[in-house]
């Protein structure tokens, strides 16, 4: 497809914030635009008529995970993932780079590919560049990802700069296997923490004129500030005509940050997790609806909320759903989070039209109380430490996906 | 409220079925009706719009789950349970009985009541007839339960007989202790499989003019056809001016066949147990779905059905959805199991209008598979022994709340 699928609306005088369209044979996407996580081909506790009606124009899924579960030939029987999971919008697939270095096992990586274990069944695996563009297109993603090396955050300089290397080289042959013309291809810039390696790749990747450019490697445990400064570097290097895609990053904070540096699309399963454990995005930040507060509360989680749980249930009624582990409860929490995030993209691409997203930003970061950094780092990297794998015969640690 | 609250508008010519209507003060009730199961104040992994849409009329709650989560004072503060949980239609509540026999543990019985241990956090609590009307008014549901004694199922004799004159006993101090005028209170007819302790419970309860009937302790491993007897033989004691319902049966066979003899209200936790299970209905039996037969299946479960779920998905993808335990499967599958039980009672109650009721149940058991008998049959009483508890100070087994 022709780099016109993108659409350059309006650019920000203030910040780099953009508002663009995007254009796929599915249909178009207004950006800056969160995209929710459909990792098994399903939002989880959601039907897709939902997650429309909820204003999400375009679906994550995942390679790693639709190929071993239900597998590709299921889902070539029906002509491609939006059929099989009954999704008619756009879809972006994610190449398995991040879960085969996350999720599985046994990990033999060489310039040709990378043998895995299923973290399944432990069976295995070979993905090379070739074979995961070959998979994308059986599943017939709108935007389809390069394979990627993905190093652990704390692997240091030089395995870094080999996993930028490898990635190069991937990109390369991802885009000399694509066979289909309707599908667009995203290179993704690794380089960890290092600006000269992310600044080597961006210009490599450039070079070979992909119609979009992902960030790949970041909230990974570094501090947000880090993140951030990374995020501006590389968004610098990319080309100002080409979609930005920060991958798995989407606290409701991470967003306007993202956006006010120049970013169109974000993926994280972030929203629906902490969803799932009860954890509600408000306007001064999140609450626990399973904290003993929430008892007697006849308000709903967010009176101004217009969610579906807010018009219809108090936060009493949340709270006894989630104390009785009933399964309704992970539904409601997830239509509640997910509205947040909708309506937070649609404000913001609103605010960038009529010149006034600087003061939503400054509005919305200093209303809503994020997790105490010191705090969330500890708990972040407390949980890789808990979760990585070290059997991938470097011992060194990979995070796992959070989804 | 006066009998007049139950209308028959057509008595069966070639059977016991009748097609009523049942008045409350949350609308009107089409009978023969089941009810679905919103045991902690939600039909599992459903909105209440959804289980509307689906035509139903009226829920069951329980009192027992819903004085321990979210306890009383909490739906005291709105009200009742009907704004609790955002359910405007008819709600039934079971008394708690047969929780308090099969959940709780360390049961002490008098006459005056019975003393029991949460099975969430082994608190210790008091039921007595007075308090279960108490708790029942505070719920505020339509048609009320009196305090009962469910026996053991192979209890003997001597038990069944105490616990049958207890429940009559209970039943007198429960219509003495109602302080509301806008619920009814039904009692119920328990007497295990005993033809003489039915009938002189069944003659007891009608003499104190209750404004409807339950027949209590069956579906708990007799046979079938012992329990279809049983049902026979009940329904015959009882005034034809007033509902009966019969307390915990809903497998589809079981729905006809109860209909047959002059049931008119149903509830059963199975068609929504079984459906979490994979196990779905279709007019030729169940299936399970989890088979590896529907792996690639591009049908939906039942072509034939105009549920969400088979209107919109394959059979494939909810194969997918259960092997790989995404939460949607659970409530796909629940809305598809619903809908069948929805419309084959739709279709009862119009065929009992048209007078080919007959030729319904006739068809229906013909084209259904109902589970293997002594399979069936060796299965339940081997989940009954695995899961009974016998801590009650009697020896006793009693069958657990299947929920």
Chains 1, 2 share one sequence.
Not at 22 to 32: A, S
Not at 37 to 55: I, S
Not at 248 to 256: K, R, T, W, Y
Not at 281 to 286: A, C, K, L, N, Q
Request: with cysteine; aromatic share 8%; hydrophobic share 35%.
């Amino acid at each position: 497809m022709s780099d016109s699928n993108f659409r350059l609306l309006k650019t920000d005088a203030q910040s780099k914030a953009r508002r663009g369209e995007l254009t796929t044979p599915h249909g178009k996407v207004q950006t800056p635009a969160f995209l929710p996580v459909a990792t098994q081909g399903t939002v989880k506790t959601l039907l897709p008529d939902e997650v429309r009606g909820m204003g999400y124009a375009m679906l994550l899924s995942n390679t790693y995970h639709l190929y071993l579960r239900p597998g590709l030939p299921v889902i070539e029987r029906f002509g491609g993932l939006h059929r099989f999971m009954g999704w008619d919008g756009p879809i972006l697939t994610d190449s398995g780079g991040y879960q085969v270095f996350s999720l599985a096992t046994l990990r033999r990586i060489t310039d040709k590919g990378v043998t895995f274990r299923s973290h399944i069944d432990g069976s295995e695996h070979l993905f090379t560049p070739e074979l995961a563009v070959q998979f994308q297109e059986i599943i017939g993603a709108d935007i389809i990802m390069a394979l990627d090396e993905c190093p652990a955050p704390d692997g240091g300089f030089e395995k870094v700069r080999e996993a930028a290397r490898r990635t190069h080289l991937w990109a390369e042959r991802c885009l000399k296997a694509q066979r289909r013309c309707d599908q667009m291809l995203y290179a993704i810039v690794q380089g960890g923490t290092f600006p000269e390696l992310r600044r080597e790749l961006a210009r490599f990747l450039t070079a070979l004129d992909f119609p979009g450019y992902a960030i790949g490697g970041l909230s990974l445990g570094e501090p947000k500030k880090e993140m951030n400064a990374i995020i501006k570097e590389t968004v610098a290097l990319l080309p100002p005509g080409k979609p930005r895609y920060l991958m798995g990053v989407g606290s409701p904070e991470d967003l306007v940050e993202g956006v006010a540096r120049g970013i169109d699309l974000f993926d994280c399963a972030l929203p629906t997790r902490v969803a799932r454990n009860g954890s509600l995005f408000t306007r001064s930040g999140r609450i626990n609806i399973r904290n003993a507060a929430y008892r007697q509360v006849e308000q709903p989680v967010d009176p101004k909320c217009d969610c579906h749980t807010c018009r219809t249930f108090s936060a009493a009624y949340l709270h006894h759903l989630f104390n009785s582990r009933e399964l309704l409860a992970y539904r409601l929490a997830t239509l509640h989070n997910l509205t947040f995030i909708s309506r937070l993209m649609a404000q913001i691409r609103d605010s960038i039209m009529d010149g006034s997203f600087n003061s939503l930003k400054d509005e919305f970061l200093a209303g809503y109380r994020t997790t105490n950094e010191p705090v969330r780092l500890e708990q972040k990297r407390k949980w890789l430490r808990e979760h990585v794998s070290t059997d991938d015969g470097t011992g060194q640690p990979y995070p796992p996906a959070m989804m």
